[in-house]
DNA sequence: AGCCGCTTGTGAACGCAGGCACAAAGTCGC
DNA sequence: GCGACTTTGTGCCTGCGTTCACAAGCGGCT
């Protein structure tokens, strides 16, 4: 049970001698995904939709290709390249209309409807999240917590009361769970998980520091914030090797904010 | 990355093997630079760490890369092409000896000194990361708190007093911080993320939907719950289209697939 | 002692993503 | 109505990261 996607071991399917030899003709085997976004895309598509939904919100009408992804912290190549993926929604000479821009990403993005989120662990994080006004301003509206501590099922949190776990089946049927968000302790987490996948939950958001098995069609997202420390930790480390360089003081003004974007350092793209 | 969600990608140096490799390199800025390890690389170095420890608390001795691999979720040629960055710590025929390679990620990863944490906004989230106890037990003691709400100051949340956020300057070399966790609301992060860097933190981890303006010098982490949960939606959205193909149920033990992002998972839970 | 099988380490191919640069396309001004 | 200017959309090239496949190396078995 090797933790491998598709292909087995194997695959004695194309015979052809791996060493170099340029092969003109033969297509790549075109696969009937037309429309494929690459991941990384799709990422940044929601870094510009929170743009867009500020640019939006200060009357802004268009907006170029360059001012947003100046917003929004990219390279303006890049920002077009992604844009193209999902359609052809801008003007030549002139920009995007913020408000079809807007809904566009928003249909890609399977934002057209509200996507109800349930928290599972009602600990430190779980509360946090519950409490958190983020979500439901963004389309996806805690709706259902659930638990093991008795001291707590019952108990509101950030207005909506807690249910055992026990109740998974029923409340995520009744309530129209499409997110489970796992915030238990790593030793829960594969059973809540399949708890919810069984409930019919397909996206799952793990805090918990575990790998998560899953069948193929349940889409598994993991926050580990141990993890991005330790990389914070050999970025330190890294530098303390190199020999220190001149450290540019840093501009005086800020000025551009925008909204998050990847984590790269803070490089700033040139106008 | 994300998480993440896209992952900048820079190569870095590490002080480990020596150059030896013959390449005929066309780089125009030959730098003798020794090796460098993908940025990707050493996020899955984290997710192995996690995994030898655990091995080792297991009593276990050696373990081949095959077993590390399906233990932290990836391919064994990943996995093994990941070492191989820092150095060899294996035995043929044999597999690594835990107790080593954790020492060599480890150090590799900077984690042979403790790094401590200070937490700045003590909200809902700010309470949480306080609470938690997997920062300490991984060599990262959260030892400072600010925030500007009066009635905040002073009070102990995890065993920590809170500060105001004007004594970071002082705290900040007192306490040697070398990790600044920002979980302010938006609009106070960038003024947040300046006063850290003037205290001379060079790594941020930032939780607040913002891109950080920082010098070249300074590291940023960014967790971006609504971006994970918009690539989620994406993925429903995805598969509602084209998903009236086939419905494969079958697979119980599904592979830990998921994001083809740069994020990478946890590890596994032990049978 | 020598062979055999297992596992590492890595060269090389492949595929994807990023970025440049430009033609296409539309607008604005005259 | 036409030309000049602006900005999009994208072809192409580059480089990184992933994967394959295999020779080298090591321990154990006979
Ligand atoms: N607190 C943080 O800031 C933080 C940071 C990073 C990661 N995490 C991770 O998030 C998870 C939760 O952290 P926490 O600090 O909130 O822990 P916590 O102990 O405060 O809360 C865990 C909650 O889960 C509940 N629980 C336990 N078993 C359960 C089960 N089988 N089903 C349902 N609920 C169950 C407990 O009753 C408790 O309320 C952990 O995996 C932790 O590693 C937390
Ligand atoms: N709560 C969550 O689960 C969650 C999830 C995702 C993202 N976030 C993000 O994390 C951040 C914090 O969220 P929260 O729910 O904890 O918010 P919160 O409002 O509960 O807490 C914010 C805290 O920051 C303090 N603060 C305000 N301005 C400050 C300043 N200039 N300097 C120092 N402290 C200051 C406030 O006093 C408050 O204690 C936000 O940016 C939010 O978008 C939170």
New interface residues.
């Given amino acids: ?5 598709g292909q087995g071991d194997e695959v004695v399917t194309t015979p052809a001698e791996p060493p170099a030899v340029p092969h003109p003709a033969d297509e790549p085997a075109v696969r ?2 037309a429309r494929a ?1 690459p ?9 510009y ?2 743009a867009l939904t500020e640019l939006s919100e200060q009357g802004v009408g268009t907006v170029s290709s360059e001012e947003l992804s100046i917003a ?2 990219v390279n303006s190549a890049k920002l077009r390249k992604d844009l193209s993926y999902i359609g052809s929604y801008g003007t030549r000479g002139v920009g995007y209309d913020v408000g079809v821009l807007i809904g566009q990403v928003e249909r ?4 057209t409807r509200n ?1 109800s ?1 349930a928290v599972v662990g009602i600990g ?2 779980g ?3 519950a ?2 006004n ?2 439901p301003g ?3 509206p805690v709706t259902a917590l659930f638990d093991v501590d008795p001291d707590l099922i019952g108990v509101p949190v950030g207005g909506i009361p807690v249910d055992h776990i026990d109740d998974i089946p029923q409340v995520v049927a009744d309530r129209d769970i ?2 489970g968000v796992i915030a238990t302790p ?2 829960a ?2 059973e809540v998980c399949d708890r919810l996948v069984s409930a019919g939950v ?4 793990n805090f ?35 020999g220190s360089t001149e ?2 003081a ?1 501009g005086p003004d ?1 000025a ?13 793209m040139r106008p």
């Fill in positions: 049970m090797v933790a491998e996607p009937e995904r976004i991941e990384a895309a799709v990422a940044r598509l929601a870094i939709l929170r929004a912290g890609i993005l399977g934002l996507h989120v430190n994080l509360h946090a999240l409490n958190y983020g979500f963004r389309g996806f499409t997110i790593p030793s987490a594969q397909q996206c799952i958001l918990a520091p575990v790998v998560l098995q899953v069948p193929d069609h349940v889409e598994v997202r993991k926050v580990d914030l141990a993890v991005e420390m330790q990389i914070l930790s050999f970025h330190v480390a890294r530098r303390a090797d190199e450290s540019t840093a800020g551009v904010n925008g909204t998050g974007m990847s984590e790269v350092d803070g490089m700033v």
